[in-house]
């Protein structure tokens, strides 16, 4: 009995998928053409709209189970070079930042030495601050100043001795030529006096 509703079920599914074939065959008709025009998830999703499950299995065409093998392996390929290639592109452009790290840290280093020798500068062989060096040149501009102002003061207090001095000079040769004219009227004076007397004695002893 139970081998008799085995053999009776076998024909039944037998005869069901023999039914069913034809309209799934028929379904697939034109399925090959569309795969070219489709994704490779569209091109899934055709093929199960347009085939049936029976027992577990999908019934699909030679041509077009080769079809989408083709159109698979081609993605794969063509995902493969593009990931090749954005490696590739990946690469350069490390090598890229790679290269323009090293030039900003170069250029870096360049405007550190320019900022270093913006701020100092060599006096007398001697490398040296900016700001010190301001400081320095600051201070021997006070100094000179106060110097120049110092010896601007002695000038002028020797230019002022030195006017008294030649006042003094002057009056005091004035007082000595005086001096000198009234003892030579004197001395005149007293010659003719002298003179004088001596003509009166000379008168008297005639």
């Known amino acids: ?9 076998g024909i039944v599914s037998l005869l069901i998928l023999l039914t069913l074939t034809p309209n799934v065959l028929n379904g697939q008709t034109g399925l090959v053409e569309a795969l070219d025009t489709l994704t490779l998830r569209e091109q899934v999703e055709e093929v199960q ?6 027992e577990n299995y999908r019934a699909i ?9 083709s159109n698979s392996i081609d993605s ?10 954005l490696r590739g592109t990946l690469q350069e452009k490390e090598s890229e930042i ?10 870096g280093d360049q405007l550190d030495e320019a900022v ?5 500068l060599t006096f007398l062989g001697i490398q040296m601050d900016k700001k010190f060096y301001n400081t320095i040149m600051w201070f021997l501009v006070g100094g ?14 020797n230019r002022v001795v030195t006017l008294e001095y030649r006042k003094e000079l002057s009056e005091t040769k004035d007082q000595f030529d005086t001096y ?11 010659v003719v006096d002298h003179h004088n007397e001596i003509m009166k004695l000379k008168g008297k002893q005639l």
Not at 1 to 9: G, V
Not at 49 to 54: L, M, S
Not at 116 to 120: Q, T
């Open 49 to 54: 709209k347009r085939t049936r499950i029976y």
């Open 98 to 107: 790679s290269s323009l790290k090293n030039s900003l840290e170069k250029t």
């Open 180 to 190: 000198k004219k009234e003892a030579r009227e004197r001395y005149e004076k007293l």
């Open 61 to 69: 065409r030679e041509d077009i189970f080769q079809k989408m093998k």
């Open 116 to 120: 270093k020798n913006r701020d100092a």
């Open 144 to 157: 000179l100043a106060l110097a120049a102002v110092i010896l601007f003061l002695i000038f002028r207090r």
């Open 76 to 85: 794969l390929l063509a995902a493969k070079k593009e990931i090749s290639e």
């Open 1 to 9: 009995m139970k081998s008799y509703i085995m053999k009776y079920t």
